[in-house]
């Protein structure tokens, strides 16, 4: 782990995934009061594509003919964009990444990202700037499978946004995270659900993963610290607790303390495949506020769940 700035690796824009394949570049931040949140993904071969998974079933899975730059904004101003396009709308070097009008760029600073697009179902634009400073920057990269075919690199554990947006006009600023996954496969062939939580805790941002494998494998489960000026210590993870299902019945459990039963302090996502929570639950023997994510691919794979897909993922 390398303090930002002191020739830091970047996020790897310039690579491309293999057919069928993935890239993925994910950053959330929360305000500091709590009221506002927002998370930005940039894909090359969409995961979560109807169109991809339907591609591939045809023989075709080109990842590069499904892009996107996911939005979402949570708060009184909530909104929600990920529009699909083709690989004529994506340019690219090694340090930034536009999909159609939106962009991230990587500096000696962080990452900046320019965001011009139109959420769904209400056609309202989202429009603006997110600026993320890293404390420090994480270069170890991390296999998800026993084959190593799914890696996770958390780039930034650590790090502040400045959020800057003239539609819907907000200006705010809290702790953020960025992290990138790849993969040579589809999620769904590897993997059958996973959870992932991340949490502030004194001193550095503790990460957990727990991913259950299609091959019936042990669980991996990862739990890391990372601390703010550099540094990495694994820990055991703690016990896991469940959660309410979501509002689409979807298991949720995230590690914690029994003795402290976990709780859901809002749903800010809630899709019948992926819930995305904020979580209040014990983490290295303190009370944390976490962001968390379910994801089951059982249920992304079903025909009916896909074709449910596109009024949130309209394809250009």
Known sequence: MRAAGLDATGPGFELTPPKGGYIWWYLDAMSDDGAHGITI????????????????????????????????????????????????????????????????????????????????????????????????????????????????????????????LQSPGLCWSGPAYFDTNRGERPLEADFSCWDWTRAQVPGGTAVLYNVKRRDGGPDLQLAMRYEERGGVNDFAPPPRLDLPPSGWRMVRQIAGAPAHPPRVVRTLEDAPFYARSVVGTHILGGAVTAMHESLSLDRFRRIAVQAMLPFRMPRV
Request: glycine share 8%; hydrophobic share 40%.
């Open 41 to 164: 993904i940039a894909f090359l071969g969409s995961v979560f594509s109807p169109y991809y998974a339907w591609a591939r079933r045809r023989g075709r899975g080109d990842p590069m003919q499904h892009c996107a730059m996911n939005i979402a904004l949570y708060g009184k101003s909530s909104r929600w964009a990920m529009t699909e396009r083709g690989s004529s709308a994506v340019r690219r070097g090694a340090d930034w990444l536009a999909i159609g009008p939106s962009r991230m760029e990587w500096d000696e600073r962080g990452l900046s990202v320019h965001i011009e697009e139109m959420a769904v179902p209400l056609p309202r634009r989202v429009r603006g700037t997110v600026r993320l400073r890293p404390s420090a920057v994480e270069t170890r990269t991390l296999a998800l499978d026993e084959a190593g075919r799914h890696l996770w690199r958390p780039i930034a554990p650590c790090a502040r946004a400045e959020i800057t």
